[in-house]
């Protein structure tokens, strides 16, 4: 129909509207208000009920959680140290009560923490898992100190077996040793008397020795048995053998000396060893004591290690069922975190969808009766505006002024404002409350930052906010790399954790762990982080790995480090085409200072080495301590040997210097060996063996320098192990023997006594010079051993001598300083003047004028020891090394031994002429005997003989010589007259 229109849904409403009364327009709005109002509690409520849930989770069970997983992990490292302390002996007591204590605080946690995650499947899943783990790991504790015990017993109760049956066997080898001198007496005398020798006897004699040297080699060999293999090769028939074969070299002798009257005590002798070996027969032979306690320690040490294997397995479990919980929790917080997040942003969406439908609402009412509700309505809105911009004490004001029919109306809208702060505070306070710091950034700006947050940094809120994060950051650089990498991950919706070193306001640095989320907001640049502050775990770990890494004494990298560092250089040096130098420094005469002066002394020794050889190396070089007195250095970036020779002296002068312990000199010194990479090695085991080598060439070549490695030092290095295995072998099968070289009188040339000189006497090769051996005996500590030998054979040949009816004068006797480690020696050589029955006054006994630079209470002990037993002491080789009036001021010393170095160019150096007067005459000041050695020539023998010095020995008047020739020298009973008396 034409002129008709259609009227719109608004005009109809506007139309309704128009229709109703004011008072009808007030109840629609307050109904809308009413529903409005409504809504917003019951989004409030359920908000501020889920926060509340998050926020007691991580009050009341994450931070407990994170607490006991703490407290657990401190117990697993004490755990570790309690292991080392079993594994190193410690007092059973004191490790039991620890082992009680430990355990029952991890079981305290334990049941702590089940209380805590018995609501939580996964966590309570893992939280059984650690209750096992942890039983396993107490009774391995419990085991492992019970094997170790065990082990101590075994290993104890063999050492007393093997000390008994050797010292059983040593009584026989005595008792043979006394038959053999006693028989070769009586056959040197039977050659002086022209009577016919008895060779029955001495090769029935000869043969008791053979088949005595070879059980001693038979016994020596179960003994000293290293491992179960050895113990099961061992030829038991064989020493069956060896026992039936000297039983019967015995009863051989006893009937070559039972019919003779004179033989009677060489009877007697062979009834003693006969009683002997059945001793000893008994012992290795018998039910095979020795071999099960051999077989009970080896199966002690491979249980003790399985156990302590154990125990470390168990302990990377628990750290593992540690870390799975440390993941779990993480992950719930996380959760509620994001939780939070959700709810908060849901609220406010809510809320303001809410509102602005009822602007919109109102407002059409307002407009409907703007002329009733005009000033009303304005301020209605203006009090919105301002509650929903953020002023949470925005109020419409009550009293007269306001019209009655909107005072319902105003007392509505003021407590929903009111109950809006509440939730906004309650929130507020969650957020500064919490136990980990949160911070709400923009553009890398500070917005937001709880009090936990502020306490961690040390910084007030008004130096905090507002200010971009660069200032927490140590370095321009982690600033950035944070920013690149943290940001990209929030960009993807993904947590970004990272742990890094920051700054506190007061300028220190501390581990901080930073998880960041992005807000989910449109603003990629709005993110949320929690800082938490990890630097006592840190810390932890740190010590774990310093205990790992380096070397406790020294705080240097130790071996295990220091092969990482050399495969890292040699990598380097490969890709790089570059070269490096390893050297290889083993302390000089260290063993001594501990021997002497104790282990406290050589620490301080070790301390102060390793000091003064950082000092002069670069930061780049890496000094290493291997173990003991050895030390290893890389040197990177050499360009030729002129640099690495440059630092090895700068290491050599500062190890010369002296040192102090309680107000005492100490000395000591080093050899170095130089090996470079890649002509002397490619891997790291062969450029360690090269330096190694080329350390032992140095030691050879005097000690306190350095030697570079070259192609035929690797056979030196063999050479001196296959010599330290054959001096070994020469010990056990008495390959040594003594020459004497005779002192003579320089007013009359006879012989008033001779200097014993060790010779070894290698089957197959001969005479081994002493320069080549007496090195090795040093460094592999067989010189104590050889050197009691040395004493007990020269007191024999004295003996011998006197039995003889000669006068053996002094005989000189040469100790090493390895010997002064200890007050043995005193008792070696009172055994053997009461063993021989000769007088001490028929030995002298030589040092070293290096040995005098020991000025310890043991040294000087010992020295004074000696001169009561009246025994004179001589210095040997005086003037060639630390020489000082004071040294032999405060030593006993009886005689001087001017060095061959002076005397062989007495008569052409004006210089050597005016030494050897000066010693000579102020030995007679100081009342000391001289004795010259290395005299050659009849100028040299008038030169010294003119001078007053009263003793001489050299080539001019005889070598060195056996003992038979020896004896036949003083049977002859000449004058040395000339160089042609050449004894053999």
């Known amino acids: 129909?034409?002129?008709?229109?259609?009227?719109?849904?608004?005009?109809?409403?506007?139309?309704?509207?128009?229709?109703?009364?004011?008072?009808?327009?007030?109840?629609?709005?307050?109904?809308?208000?009413?529903?409005?109002?409504?809504s917003m509690l019951v989004i409030y409520a359920v908000g501020n009920r889920v926060t509340m849930h998050y926020q007691e989770l991580f009050t009341r069970q994450i931070l407990l959680i994170t607490v006991l997983e703490r407290d657990i992990e401190e117990n697993l490292v004490n755990y570790a140290l309690l292991q080392g302390a079993i594994m190193q002996g410690g007092e059973e007591a004191v490790q039991r009560d620890f082992i009680t204590t430990l355990t029952s605080k991890t079981n305290n946690n334990l049941l702590l923490l089940h209380q805590l995650v018995k609501e939580d499947e996964k966590l309570l899943s893992v939280k059984?898992?650690?209750?096992?783990?942890?039983?396993?790991?107490?009774?391995?504790?419990?085991?492992?100190?019970?094997?170790?015990?065990?082990?101590?017993?075994?290993?104890?109760?063999?050492?007393?077996?093997?000390?008994?049956?050797?010292?059983?066997?040593?009584?026989?080898?005595?008792?043979?040793?006394?038959?053999?001198?006693?028989?070769?007496?009586?056959?040197?005398?039977?050659?002086?008397?022209?009577?016919?020798?008895?060779?029955?006897?001495?090769?029935?004699?000869?043969?008791?020795?053979?088949?005595?040297?070879?059980?001693?080699?038979?016994v020596s060999v179960l003994i000293y048995v290293d491992n179960i293999d050895q113990l099961i090769n061992i030829n038991s028939n064989q020493l069956t053998q060896n026992l039936k074969q000297v039983e019967n070299a015995i009863k051989q002798v006893a009937k070559l000396t039972k019919p003779l009257s004179s033989l009677h005590a060489l009877y007697q002798l062979t009834n003693e060893m006969s009683l002997k070996l059945k001793g000893v027969n008994s012992r290795l032979l018998g039910d095979g004591l020795l071999t099960k306690l051999i077989k009970?320690?080896?199966?002690?040490?491979?249980?003790?290690?399985?156990?302590?294997?154990?125990?470390?397995?168990?302990?990377?479990?628990?750290?593992?069922?540690?870390?799975?919980?440390?993941?779990?929790?993480?992950?719930?917080?996380?959760?509620?975190?994001?939780?939070?997040?959700?709810?908060?942003?849901?609220?406010?969406?809510?809320?303001?969808?809410?509102?602005?439908?009822?602007?919109?609402?109102?407002?059409?009412?307002?407009?409907?009766?703007?002329?009733?509700?005009?000033?009303?309505?304005?301020?209605?809105?203006?009090?919105?505006?301002?509650?929903?911009?953020?002023d949470l004490t925005a109020r419409l004001p009550v009293g007269e002024s306001v019209p009655a029919e909107f005072s319902s109306i105003w007392e509505d809208f003021n407590a929903f404002a009111q109950s809006n702060e509440e939730v906004i505070t309650e929130q507020e306070l969650i957020f500064d409350n919490a136990d980990v710091g949160i911070g709400w950034l923009r553009d890398r700006k500070y917005l937001r930052a709880n009090q936990k947050l502020l306490s961690i940094f040390g910084y007030s809120e008004e130096d905090f906010l507002g200010k971009n994060s660069r200032f927490i950051y140590k370095s321009e650089e982690l600033y950035r790399e944070v920013g690149k990498n943290g940001y990209a991950a929030l960009a993807k919706g993904e947590v970004y954790v990272i742990e890094l070193e920051l700054l506190r306001a007061d300028g220190t640095i501390f581990w901080c762990k930073m998880s960041g989320k992005g807000t989910g907001s449109d603003d990629e640049s709005s993110s949320i982080w929690l800082h938490e502050d990890i630097t006592e775990r840190k810390l932890a770990n740190e010590k774990l790995y310093q205990l790992a890494n380096y070397d406790s004494l020294t705080s240097l990298p130790n071996r295990d480090l220091f092969n990482i560092y050399l495969d890292e250089a040699i990598l380097k040096a490969k890709r790089n085409s570059t070269e490096f130098a390893v050297l290889f420094v083993d302390l000089d005469r260290f063993k001594h200072i501990n021997d002497s002066m104790g282990h406290d002394a050589g620490d301080m020794v070790l301390k102060e080495v390793a000091t003064r050889m950082r000092s002069v190396l670069r930061e780049s070089d890496i000094l290493a301590r291997l173990g003991g007195d050895e030390f290893t250095i890389i040197i990177d970036g050499i360009e030729s040997s002129l640099g690495i020779e440059k630092v090895a002296k700068n290491i050599l002068d500062e190890l010369s210097r002296v040192m102090t312990y309680k107000e005492k000199e100490v000395f000591t010194g080093g050899s170095i060996g130089v090996s470079r990479y890649p002509?002397?090695?490619?891997?790291?085991?062969?450029?360690?063996?090269?330096?190694?080598?080329?350390?032992?060439?140095?030691?050879?070549?005097?000690?306190?320098?350095?030697?570079?490695?070259?192609?035929?030092?690797?056979?030196?290095?063999?050479?001196?192990?296959?010599?330290?295995?054959?001096?070994?072998?020469?010990?056990?099968?008495?390959?040594?023997?003594l020459h004497y070289q005779p002192k003579i009188n320089m007013q009359t040339r006879e012989i008033v006594g001779a200097e014993a000189l060790i010779r070894w006497n290698k089957p197959g090769e001969g005479l081994i010079s002493?320069?080549?051996?007496?090195?090795?005996?040093?460094?592999?500590?067989?010189?104590?051993?050889?050197?009691?030998?040395?004493?007990?054979?020269?007191?024999?040949?004295?003996?011998?001598?006197?039995?003889?009816?000669?006068?053996?004068?002094?005989?000189?006797?040469?100790?090493?300083?390895?010997?002064?480690?200890?007050?043995?020696?005193?008792?070696?050589?009172?055994?053997?003047?009461?063993?021989?029955?000769?007088?001490?006054?028929?030995?002298?006994?030589?040092?070293?004028?290096?040995?005098?630079?020991?000025?310890?209470?043991?040294?000087?002990?010992?020295?004074?020891?000696?001169?009561?037993?009246?025994?004179?002491?001589?210095?040997?080789?005086?003037?060639?090394?630390?020489?000082?009036?004071?040294?032999?001021?405060?030593?006993?010393?009886?005689?001087?031994?001017?060095?061959?170095?002076?005397?062989?160019?007495?008569?052409?150096?004006?210089?050597?002429?005016?030494?050897?007067?000066?010693?000579?005459?102020?030995?007679?000041?100081?009342?000391?005997?001289?004795?010259?050695?290395?005299?050659?020539?009849?100028?040299?023998?008038?030169?010294?003989?003119?001078?007053?010095?009263?003793?001489?020995?050299?080539?001019?008047?005889?070598?060195?010589?056996?003992?038979?020739?020896?004896?036949?020298?003083?049977?002859?009973?000449s004058r040395l007259e000339i160089l042609g008396v050449d004894i053999g």
């Open 679 to 737: 002509q002397d090695g490619a891997t790291r085991g062969d450029l360690l063996s090269s330096a190694d080598s080329a350390m032992y060439e140095a030691k050879k070549s005097g000690r306190n320098r350095y030697s570079f490695y070259a192609s035929h030092l690797g056979d030196t290095g063999e050479r001196f192990a296959r010599l330290s295995q054959a001096l070994k072998k020469a010990v056990e099968h008495n390959e040594f023997e």
């Open 128 to 218: 059984g898992e650690l209750d096992r783990h942890h039983a396993d790991l107490a009774q391995n504790i419990l085991m492992l100190q019970s094997l170790k015990l065990g082990n101590q017993r075994s290993t104890a109760a063999l050492n007393s077996f093997k000390k008994e049956t050797l010292s059983s066997f040593e009584e026989l080898i005595i008792l043979r040793e006394a038959l053999s001198g006693k028989i070769a007496l009586i056959d040197a005398r039977n050659m002086h008397s022209n009577i016919t020798k008895n060779n029955a006897l001495v090769r029935a004699n000869l043969s008791l020795g053979i088949k005595m040297a070879e059980l001693a080699n038979s």
């Open 1 to 38: 129909m034409e002129g008709l229109k259609t009227t719109s849904w608004k005009e109809k409403v506007d139309v309704k509207l128009h229709q109703l009364s004011i008072k009808e327009l007030i109840a629609l709005v307050v109904k809308l208000v009413s529903v409005a109002f409504f």
């Open 770 to 973: 002493p320069f080549e051996f007496i090195p090795v005996l040093e460094e592999s500590g067989l010189m104590v051993q050889v050197g009691e030998w040395v004493i007990f054979e020269t007191c024999r040949a004295i003996s011998t001598l006197v039995a003889l009816g000669y006068s053996p004068g002094k005989i000189a006797i040469n100790l090493s300083e390895r010997q002064f480690g200890s007050m043995q020696i005193l008792d070696s050589i009172e055994r053997a003047l009461n063993e021989t029955g000769i007088s001490a006054s028929n030995i002298e006994l030589e040092i070293t004028e290096s040995l005098m630079m020991d000025d310890s209470d043991l040294t000087m002990d010992i020295l004074n020891g000696i001169k009561k037993l009246g025994i004179d002491i001589a210095m040997d080789d005086f003037g060639t090394g630390y020489s000082s009036l004071a040294y032999l001021k405060r030593f006993p010393i009886d005689i001087l031994k001017i060095d061959r170095a002076f005397v062989k160019d007495i008569t052409e150096d004006a210089d050597d002429a005016a030494i050897v007067d000066a010693i000579i005459a102020m030995a007679k000041r100081l009342k000391l005997t001289t004795v010259a050695e290395g005299i050659e020539t009849e100028e040299q023998y008038a030169f010294l003989k003119e001078r007053g010095c009263e003793i001489g020995q050299g080539y001019l008047f005889s070598k060195p010589i056996p003992f038979g020739e020896i004896l036949e020298l003083y049977w002859r009973g």
């Open 296 to 390: 009970k320690r080896f199966a002690s040490n491979l249980a003790l290690a399985n156990a302590s294997k154990s125990f470390q397995l168990g302990l990377d479990v628990i750290e593992n069922d540690l870390t799975l919980m440390a993941v779990m929790t993480k992950v719930v917080v996380a959760k509620a975190v994001n939780e939070i997040e959700k709810i908060s942003r849901l609220s406010i969406l809510v809320l303001v969808v809410i509102s602005f439908v009822f602007v919109l609402l109102l407002g059409w009412l307002l407009a409907v009766i703007a002329r009733q509700i005009n000033n009303p309505t304005e301020l209605l809105n203006t009090t919105m505006e301002r509650l929903t911009h953020g």
